[in-house]
T-cell receptor, first 113, second 112 residues
Framework: AQSVSQHNHHVILSEAASLELGCNYSYGGTVNLFWYVQYPGQHLQLLLKYFSGDPLVKGIKGFEAEFIKSKFSFNLRKPSVQWSDTAEYFCAVNEAGGFKTIFGAGTRLFVKA | ETGVTQSPTHLIKTRGQQVTLRCSSQSGHNTVSWYQQALGQGPQFIFQYYREEENGRGNFPPRFSGLQFPNYSSELNVNALELDDSALYLC???????????FGSGTRLTVV
């Protein structure tokens, strides 16, 4: 069965620090990969997605993620975080053409001003 | 874009009762998925509807059922409520079944 593992449940960073959130999935076939973000008091929204092509994907607000197929990973990065990046981040995966998107447990990021 | 709207935002039900949650999908989206999110966990897939048919289901019992209407809006019905059904229920619409989602704000269900 598919599963998604996010390595850190809570991350605390100071402003301007670099961010990397880990995500690994278990599925041997072709997958689509996503990162979603939930800011305090808001609904989940799509941050970026990977379907095919360049494994380095750029999303909104300066975020990027790299798909490493050999490691079944899709880590989220940002070179310099801001206080406004405080949110919960969810990694998600589905089988290409499939109906079921599986989410990780989420990582809560707190950025100190 | 109209976004995804869910109603109600909160409700409290008694164990054994039945509940119906509603969702209006984003304009142009023909696929609706429902998720259950317990506190401190990621969303868990309940089922997906595409053009009024259920086209996939997660590990939820049959007392969780749904509908999709011709305008692509959707309902989630839960019968014989249990305490463990207390959670945030999220509706998400998409252009295709494996595309990225647009989520609603959710319905917070408390079963007492």
């Amino acid at each position: 069965a598919q599963s998604v593992s996010q390595h850190n449940h809570h991350v605390i960073l100071s402003e301007a620090a670099s961010l990397e959130l880990g995500c690994n999935y278990s599925y041997g076939g072709t997958v689509n990969l996503f990162w979603y973000v939930q800011y305090p008091g808001q609904h989940l929204q799509l941050l970026l997605k990977y379907f095919s092509g360049d494994p380095l994907v750029k999303g909104i607000k300066g975020f990027e993620a790299e798909f490493i197929k050999s490691k079944f990973s899709f880590n989220l990065r940002k070179p310099s975080v801001q206080w406004s990046d405080t949110a919960e981040y969810f990694c998600a995966v589905n089988e290409a053409g499939g109906f079921k998107t599986i989410f990780g447990a989420g990582t809560r990021l707190f950025v100190k001003a | 874009e109209t976004g995804v709207t869910q109603s109600p935002t909160h409700l409290i039900k008694t164990r054994g009762q039945q509940v119906t949650l509603r969702c209006s999908s984003q304009s142009g989206h023909n696929t609706v998925s429902w998720y259950q999110q317990a506190l401190g966990q990621g969303p868990q897939f309940i089922f997906q509807y595409y053009r009024e048919e259920e086209n996939g289901r997660g590990n939820f019992p049959p007392r969780f059922s749904g509908l999709q209407f011709p305008n692509y809006s959707s309902e989630l019905n839960v019968n014989a409520l249990e305490l463990d059904d207390s959670a945030l229920y999220l509706c998400a619409s998409s252009l295709r079944q494996d595309y990225g989602y647009t989520f609603g704000s959710g319905t917070r269900l408390t079963v007492v």
